[in-house]
């Protein structure tokens, strides 16, 4: 069975860190670009970050600059999001992707994307 599996989700209070996680199975992640996705309560999709193949073309949407930072482990079929300074607009589901798209296009337009896993949440609270 094909599937991309998150976890490290939960409650933190605003100026905590998060490291979400992003596991395949029945399949190689380093075939693919990989992107987090959130969806907030009542908003649509957006893309946070994603990655290329290799690691080394990243892309972050503006709200998370400076505060995220997502990284791939290709011996592990793993790719992380760590997030620092978590602020309360960042509560939402989050939600991993794979695809053959390039970067931007993946996380701009949802483009290109062949596997989304089944997201977890994330709340940003005092």
């Known amino acids: 069975q094909l599937q991309l599996v998150e976890s490290g989700g939960g409650l933190v209070q605003p100026g905590g860190s998060l490291r979400l996680s992003c596991a395949a199975s029945?399949?190689?992640?380093?075939?693919?670009?990989i992107g987090w996705f959130r969806q907030a309560p009542g908003k649509g999709r957006e893309g946070v970050s994603c990655?290329?193949?290799?690691?080394?073309?990243?892309f972050y949407t503006d709200s998370v600059k400076g505060r995220f930072t997502i990284s791939r482990d290709n011996a592990k079929n793993t790719v992380y999001l760590q997030m620092n300074s978590l602020k309360p607009e960042d509560t939402a589901v989050y939600y991993c992707?794979?695809?053959?798209?390039?970067?931007?296009?993946?996380?701009?337009?949802?483009?290109?994307?062949?596997?989304w896993g089944k997201g977890t949440p994330v709340t940003v609270s005092s």
């Open positions: 029945g399949f190689t992640l380093d075939n693919y670009n």
């Open positions: 992707a794979a695809g053959v798209s390039t970067v931007q296009p993946m996380c701009i337009g949802n483009s290109g994307i062949n596997f």
């Open positions: 990655v290329s193949l290799s690691g080394v073309i990243t």
